[in-house]
T-cell receptor, first 115, second 117 residues
C-alpha cells in the first residue's frame, strides 16, 4: 500500500535561506510523486512531479526535488526563500502507476518565511 | 481555459439539510476526483470517475454521500442529510486520464468550504 510521510508539520525559515521540506514515501509499484502548494483559501497548485524520468525534478517558482529510491525520499528544496513562498506544501504519491489524479497526500508542511 | 470551477465557494447549512456541491471539469479532461480536506484527516480521496463512470468510491464515508457525473464536463457531490462532522473543504480535480496510460497531473479547483451547524 502507498503512503506518504512529511516530516515536520511546520517549518520556519528566514528570507533568503534554504528551504528544505521532507517527504518519504512507501509504494509497492514504481511511484509517481508530486509536490503541491496551497495558499490560504485556495486550491492546490502543482509545483513539480516525478514520473520515472530524471531523478532531479525542477518545478515552478525555483523549487526542485530529488527522487532517491534507496532512501524512499522526495524532498523539496529551494535555495533562497522568498516571502511569497509562505504556504502549505503537500507531498503526494499516485495510487495507480501512471495515473496522477488518484493521490495519497501527506499531512502537509506549513512554511513560514521571516523577513 | 478557466480551470476547474467549483460552486459555491462557501456553504453554511443546518444539520439535516441536503447539500449539493458542484464542479465543472477542464474542457477535454475525462477523469474527475473529489477530495475532502479536514484538519484531523488531511486530504482524502472520496471518489474517482473516468469517462463519467465511477471507478473507485471506497473513500466515500457513508451512504449519505453520493456523487454523479451527469455529463462529461460536470459533477455533483451530494450530502443528504448533512451532519456537523461533514464540515470540511471539498475539492474536485480533473485530469486528462487515458486509462491505462493515464496522465500524470491533476488540476484542482478552489474548493468549497462547507460548514454544517
Amino acid at each position: 500500500a502507498q503512503s506518504v510521510t512529511q516530516l515536520g508539520s511546520h517549518v520556519s525559515v528566514s528570507e533568503g535561506a534554504l528551504v528544505l521540506l521532507r517527504c518519504n514515501y512507501s509504494s509497492s509499484v514504481p511511484p509517481y510523486l508530486f509536490w503541491y502548494v496551497q495558499y490560504p483559501n485556495q486550491g492546490l497548485q502543482l509545483l513539480l512531479k516525478y514520473t520515472s524520468a530524471a531523478t532531479l525534478v525542477k518545478g515552478i517558482n525555483g523549487f526542485e526535488a530529488e527522487f532517491k529510491k534507496s532512501e524512499t525520499s522526495f524532498h523539496l528544496t529551494k535555495p533562497s526563500a522568498h516571502m511569497s513562498d509562505a504556504a502549505e506544501y503537500f507531498c503526494a504519491v499516485s495510487l495507480l502507476y501512471n495515473q496522477g489524479g488518484k493521490l495519497i497526500f501527506g499531512q502537509g508542511t506549513e512554511l513560514s518565511v521571516k523577513p | 481555459d478557466a480551470g476547474v470551477i467549483q460552486s459555491p465557494r462557501h456553504e453554511v447549512t443546518e444539520m439535516g439539510q441536503e447539500v449539493t456541491l458542484r464542479c465543472k471539469l477542464i474542457s477535454g479532461h475525462n477523469s474527475l476526483f473529489w477530495y475532502r480536506q479536514t484538519m484531523m484527516r488531511g486530504l482524502e480521496l472520496l471518489i474517482y470517475f473516468n469517462n463519467n463512470v465511477p471507478i473507485d468510491d471506497s473513500g466515500m464515508p457513508e451512504d449519505r454521500f453520493s456523487a454523479k457525473m451527469p455529463n462529461a464536463s460536470f459533477s455533483t457531490l451530494k450530502i443528504q442529510p448533512s451532519e456537523p462532522r461533514d464540515s470540511a473543504v471539498y475539492f474536485c480535480a480533473s485530469s486528462l486520464g487515458r486509462g491505462k496510460y493515464g496522465d500524470t497531473e491533476a488540476f484542482f479547483g478552489q474548493g468549497t468550504r462547507l460548514t454544517v451547524v
